[in-house]
């Protein structure tokens, strides 16, 4: 498939596709024009590196992973620098439970000063 058609199956930018083959996260074939060509599972691999990039991996990362992912064989090296992005990701996870906490508390004091009439007061 031509980029375009990969862009619109995954949802992923052009630009973000370039970038991916620039990082050597995805490959792809060239035809005589010049025009990228991508093998059906190209989808899938996306779908892959998006959800690790969500996850907070930068490139160089989600780079040494992906033969992991692919082959299903992994180093004790991999293993442990794995768990300690869980750890981080646990981190974010806890770090981003409190912030909603705090906001549902300035909510519930901003709708109190409301229906009050009172001033808004942090608690």
Same mark, same amino acid.
């Given at each position: ?12 930018? @052009?630009? /973000? ?13 060239? &035809?005589? /024009? ?8 190209? @989808?899938?691999?996306? =779908? ?5 990039? $969500?996850?907070?991996?930068? /490139?160089? /990362? ?5 033969p992991c992912v692919a082959t299903g064989e992994a180093s004790e090296e991999l293993l442990i620098w794995l ?16 912030? $909603? ?6 909510? &519930? ?5 409301? =229906? ?6 942090? &608690?």
């Open positions: 498939m031509r980029i375009g058609e990969l862009a619109t199956r995954t949802g992923v930018s @052009v630009r /973000s596709l370039r970038y991916y083959e620039e990082q050597g996260l995805l490959a792809s074939e060239r &035809s005589p /024009s010049g025009q990228r060509r991508y093998e059906a599972r190209a @989808v899938d691999r996306v =779908h892959r590196i998006q959800q690790l990039y $969500r996850a907070g991996l930068p /490139s160089r /990362s989600i780079r040494e992973l992906l768990a300690g992005e869980r750890d981080r990701i646990d981190r974010q996870i806890d770090d981003l439970k409190d912030t $909603r906490n705090r906001l549902d508390d300035i909510i &519930s004091t901003a709708a109190t000063a409301l =229906h009050t009439g009172q001033p808004c007061e942090a &608690s």
